[in-house]
């Protein structure tokens, strides 16, 4: 592939350990797990299981050549006729790899993106996908995003969340003029999200149990790990995440899904049926049987109004624990936003409404009662 001669390759495609070297070769040995979540950690005598609810067809892997971009191609469903480079389009084939990870753990994800198909037609497009990571020794923002940096992703705005000790960052995608009509992941590219826990101004116990697992250079893995559905570190004991949960329930759900898509978005307002309102839709989801975080109420509004926001609550699924208990554990959930026009264009005509006419970025107490949807609240609270 001439695009990653001229340049390095990206991080998680040079990690040293024997184990890592052949993806294809780790995928033939790997077996479905559907009751727990799977270690890509550094020792060599295991082999991690990928949590998928298919099984997998695997990509055939050679570095500095066109054999991965051509077994990629094979996953893509580029607009006819839209030029797209070898970078996007292995870009386009690792953001679809951690959807389809994210939809095959989430089943009210699915669901809803089957409903509204049904209702709407093919329109779907993402806002963003977003990240949950440790912020120690390595496996912050930084690791996750330095793959998305690689492809042109810029950085934003950071946000700060001081009662839940986090910090965020998103970024930007890149202009690449390709899948404009496009929908879903071959559509126009989401923003990122990640969110870091802050593990230094946990307690003393908490910090001690995060280190204890979050070691090594597992974190150079990150992107791979979540195309893949595996953790980078040892699968942890209940106790642990007991005691994570109690002080953390942010940190309690990174040490059971590491970097996994913690949500992605939908961008309400470039479907074309009467739900590309968010108070329709949000009324759509609940009349459809579906519960929504109620943190803060149903739509979380930024100051300015121009960004509104919902979302499901969280499923959950069995988790098979180190020391043998199985537990149900948060997994993921899905996120709906609607950006209003801003000011200066709000006399705009409907059918030359762009993406930049709207309102960008993300709010802090909107993103704080998102947050939520993974809760213990929310997650056993009974439907209204």
């Known amino acids: 592939m001439e695009a990653f001669v001229a340049r390095r390759s990206p991080a998680f495609l040079l990690s040293s350990p024997s184990s890592l070297r052949s993806p294809s070769s780790v995928i033939r040995r790997c077996r479905v797990s559907f009751s727990s979540f799977p270690s890509l950690s550094l020792p060599r005598s295991r082999s991690p299981h990928l949590f998928h609810h298919r099984t997998l067809r695997p990509l055939s892997f050679s570095y500095g050549n066109r054999n991965l971009c ?18 996007e389009l292995f870009l386009r084939t690792m953001i679809s790899g951690m959807e389809k990870v994210y939809l095959s753990r989430n089943p009210t994800a699915n669901a809803i993106l089957e409903l509204v198909r049904k209702d709407d037609g093919d329109h779907i497009c993402y806002d963003h996908f977003a990240f949950r990571t440790f912020g120690v020794d390595g496996y912050g923002i930084d690791s996750m995003a330095k793959i998305f940096l690689y492809f042109g ?35 126009p590219l989401p923003r990122i999200f990640i969110s870091e826990l802050l593990v230094d101004q946990l307690s003393y116990q908490s910090q001690e149990v995060i280190r204890k697992y979050i070691k090594g250079h597992g974190y150079e893995h990150a992107a791979l790990a979540s195309t893949l ?16 949960s109690r002080e953390s329930e942010y940190a309690a759900w990174t040490l059971v899904n590491g970097y996994a898509l913690n949500h992605v978005t939908i961008s309400t307002h470039r479907l074309k049926s009467h739900i590309r309102k968010i108070d329709s839709f949000n009324q759509y989801i609940e009349a459809n049987g579906f519960k929504l975080n109620s943190e803060g109420g149903i739509l979380k509004v930024s100051p300015d109004g121009l960004l509104l926001q919902s979302s499901t609550v ?23 936003a609607e950006r209003l026009l801003l000011p200066e264009y709000k006399n705009i005509l409907d059918e030359e409404v762009k993406e930049f006419h709207r309102r960008d970025g993300f709010e802090v107490g909107n993103a704080d009662k998102i947050f939520e949807s993974t809760s213990r609240d929310q997650v056993t609270r009974k439907s209204a």
């Open 314 to 336: 969280a499923d959950t699924i069995p988790f098979d624990f180190a020391d043998g208990v199985t537990e149900s554990a948060p997994c993921s959930y899905i996120e709906f």
């Open 70 to 87: 051509m077994a990629l191609q094979s996953e893509t469903n580029p607009v006819a006729g839209a030029p797209i480079t070898d970078d």
């Open 153 to 187: 992703y810029k950085p934003r705005e950071e946000l700060r969340f001081r009662a839940k000790k986090l910090k965020a960052l998103w970024f930007a995608p890149p202009d690449t003029g390709y899948s404009e009509n496009g929908t879903g992941v071959h559509g």
């Open 229 to 244: 559905g595996c953790l980078t570190w040892e699968k942890p004991s209940y106790s642990d995440y007991q005691l994570l």
